[in-house]
Structures are given as C-alpha cells and as structure tokens.
C-alpha cells in the first residue's frame, strides 16, 4: 500500500513539474504573449481549445500546422502570426500540453 501510494505521489509530482516546463516553454516561446490558460486574452484561452478540438482526432495535427504557420477567423478577426521560430518538436509538446488541458 505504501508503495502504491508513493507512486502516486511521485507520478503528480512529475506531472506538476512538466506542467511547469510546458508552461515555462509557452512563455520563452512567445505563446502566453496572446493566450492564457483559463482565460481568453488576445486569443482563446489553452482551456477553451482544448474543449473545442477534445473529440477531433485529427487536432494535434492540425493544431502544430496551425501554430507553425498562423491562421485567423476560428475564434474571431484577431489573427495568429507564423510561430515559424519555435522548432516543431516544442511545437508539438505545446500542442499536446494544450490539448490536455482541463
């Protein structure tokens, strides 16, 4: 019982931390200039899109496509700028970051 409950501790710990870091590369990467994550800013909030792309199976995909390249019109004028900077693999871990948002 000790051990499971150890376990359990160690896996929210590690769970907390890359939260953390999800976040902290968020920011260094210029996300959180314009989204937040329980509230809409420029753009929407890391929550609303994960409720809006939850059923898609295709939305990692295209979300990596979408922050890679910019887009405008799904939540409104305001438009995306081109993340062409960020290298695709921290685009990736965003993304599913993002999509795993509660």
């Not at 959180?32 to 295709?58: F, L, Q, W």
């Not at 004028?77 to 509660?102: C, F, G, R, S, Y």
């Amino acid at each position: 019982m000790k051990i499971a409950v150890i376990a359990l501790t160690l896996c929210s710990v590690f769970a907390a931390g890359q939260a953390v870091a999800n976040e902290k590369l968020a920011q260094s990467s210029g996300c959180m200039t314009c989204h937040a994550v329980d509230r809409k800013n420029i753009g929407p909030s890391y929550k609303d899109i994960a409720a809006k792309y939850r059923s898609d199976k295709n939305a990692e995909a295209l979300l990596v496509k979408k922050v890679r390249a910019g887009g405008s019109g799904v939540w409104g004028p305001a438009p995306m700028p081109p993340n062409a900077h960020v290298k695709e693999e921290d685009v990736k871990v965003l993304v599913q970051w993002i999509l795993a948002t509660k």
